[in-house]
């Protein structure tokens, strides 16, 4: 009898609501600093994980977890960018 696998769970920083990591979006800071989102989720880096929403990635720039998550300030010209990108993944908002 096979056990089911474990699904792996990862905290959105803008809602704080545990989910499945495929139901949300990585924001990852490359190597050299970059800060974009990861849609494939295989990006060298530090990640952190939001809703595919733009209330969530407000939210989390809003409480400073993106700030905290990667040690380095999210400028509001990363932050429009952020949005931009979240657009196009979420244009339904």
Known sequence: MQ????????????CRVMKSKKELVRVVKSPTGEVALDLHGKAP??????????????????????????GKPVTEELEAELLA?????????
């Not at 880096?45 to 990667?70: M, N, Q, W």
């Open 3 to 14: 056990t089911p696998k474990k699904v792996p769970m990862r905290q959105c920083t803008g």
């Open 45 to 70: 880096g530090r990640g952190a994980y939001v809703c595919p929403s733009i209330d969530c990635l407000k939210r989390s720039r809003k409480t400073r977890a993106l700030e905290r998550a990667f």
């Open 85 to 93: 990108q979240m657009a196009e993944v979420a244009p339904d908002e």
